[in-house]
């Protein structure tokens, strides 16, 4: 039975921040001569250590090429998303597989699929999404991975803005691609008997991805998190232990739509380059670019940090590593190891707070030079409210990380933490006082949780 969601709905959020960094990028996309991508096992959870690896060093590859399938689910493929040579399996811990690392051809070649109908039934269309790796660009929540075959979602998910410090802005990714996201959106519906949601930028109605009728659209208003895709499904159709939603990226659903328009596998990718660097600027590229291809002549001298994603919510990587599955940003940081004399006590440096007590307060829409400083270590886990206070949901994210803490159950169940992944919590992590690793310790509750079946 669909469900009944309205559309059209203006939702305006005041809880939250908008953390304001320099180093946003401008400009056109422009190709950038990247020469090797990597695909990480690690970039999915619930995906078994060792998957099965089957491809070999020297060996080539097309684009949407099998390169490893989980054990537990082998019919689901994670594929090359470039032609070339593979050069690198990588081991991490206890031999799991880091990485399948391919030296890309000047000229990409595709592997050409023979594609089914959009309108051919639900199981033949998830059977070759399967198989040509479009699958894994799926994501379940709760849990955060990719789906089961067997599960039919209640509704689907797709944010259209990001407003996390230094986001990509998607109404430039999308420019001349409106087709191919709209067949996107055409074959997503075929897999659920819910509806398929965007949520739309409330500051900018004059949006591109307003002009698709094939799904229902709710606009946002606020600062970050509003652009957060868990945000949004909490105040249009919350999660429950027992209802699943699905979430992909405005990319994914490219490259969805590219494979029916093409019968290729399409992981072209635009990745924001931003944070300290000489020229911020957005790359065309493709899926686990390299970070050292990315960012080569783009730093000044000194010490600096890659994320894969944003500032708040990224993932640290090493500067010979690859962007994440997931990521189309790369934020570069200086590494803060400088040591603060006498720390709040004395007038210091203006950086983002939401707190008053601080000069930047007063600085309103400023952007800040920042580091990696945490500027404190961590402390006892009192209850101060600010958590609270930049959580735009019917959630108390400080007791619901107590109870993650005592694993207790009950309490994460009750306290909502399947409408929680770890993005939505950034921000709250960001004005701990106490300096707790908020993020990983909801990882880790919804881990106990799925453990313990």
Not at 164 to 185: H, N, Q, R, S, V
Not at 240 to 245: A, E, I, L, N, R
Not at 327 to 343: A, N, S, Y
Request: aromatic content about 8%; overall charge neutral.
């Amino acid at each position: 039975m669909a469900v009944d969601i309205k559309s059209g709905q203006s939702i305006s959020l005041r809880k939250g921040y908008d953390v304001r960094l320099v180093g946003e990028a401008k400009g056109k996309p422009s190709h950038l001569q990247v020469n090797r991508f990597g695909i990480s096992p690690y970039s999915f959870n619930g995906i078994s250590p060792i998957p099965k690896v089957v491809v070999e060093v020297g060996q080539s590859v097309q684009a949407g090429d099998p390169l490893f399938f989980d054990k537990v689910r082998p019919g689901i493929h994670y594929v090359a998303p470039v032609s070339g040579e593979v050069i690198e399996i990588n081991r991490g811990a206890k031999r799991s597989i880091a990485s399948v690392v391919i030296l890309a051809d000047k000229q990409n070649q595709h592997k050409v699929f023979n594609v089914p109908s959009i309108d051919a039934d639900r199981g033949k269309i998830i059977a070759f999404m399967c198989e040509s790796g479009l699958w894994v660009h799926l994501n379940e929540r709760p849990f955060d991975q990719v789906p089961s075959v067997e599960t039919i979602p209640t509704n689907i998910f797709v944010s259209t803005f990001d407003t996390g410090p230094l986001a990509p802005d998607y109404e430039l990714i999308i420019e001349g691609d409106e087709a191919a996201f709209k067949t996107g959106l055409d074959v997503l519906s075929k897999l659920t008997d819910g509806k398929v949601i965007l949520g739309l930028d409330g500051k900018n109605k004059n949006t591109k991805f307003g002009s698709f009728k094939n799904a229902v659209t709710n606009w946002f208003s606020g600062p970050h998190p509003a652009g957060n895709v868990g945000v949004q499904i909490h105040h249009v159709a919350p999660i429950s232990h027992h209802k699943s939603v699905w979430t992909l990226g405005v990319q994914d659903v490219l490259t969805i739509g590219k494979m029916w328009t093409t019968g290729k596998y399409d992981a072209s990718r635009i990745v924001a380059v931003a944070g300290h660097v000489k020229n911020p600027m957005y790359a065309k590229t493709y899926l686990g670019a390299s970070v050292a291809d990315l960012i080569h002549g783009q730093l000044e001298n000194g010490s600096f940090r890659f994320i894969s994603g944003d500032a708040l919510s990224g993932k640290q990587i090493d500067g010979d590593g690859y962007l994440h599955f997931r990521d189309d940003q790369l934020t570069v940081l200086k590494e803060g190891k400088d040591f603060e004399m006498f720390g709040w006590l004395v007038p210091m440096k203006a950086r983002p707070s939401i707190s008053k007590t601080f000069l930047s307060s007063i600085f309103g829409k400023k952007e800040f030079d920042v580091t990696t400083n945490s500027h404190g270590e961590k402390r006892a886990f009192v209850e101060t409210g600010k958590m609270e206070s930049v959580l735009p949901m019917n959630i108390y994210p400080q007791h619901l990380m107590k109870a993650i803490l005592a694993q207790d159950i009950e309490k994460m169940e009750g306290l909502g933490i399947y409408e929680l992944t770890e993005e939505d919590v950034a921000l709250c992590e960001f004005v701990d006082s106490s300096k707790n690793p908020v993020q990983s310790m909801l990882r880790d509750g919804l881990n106990y949780i799925k453990e313990q079946g």
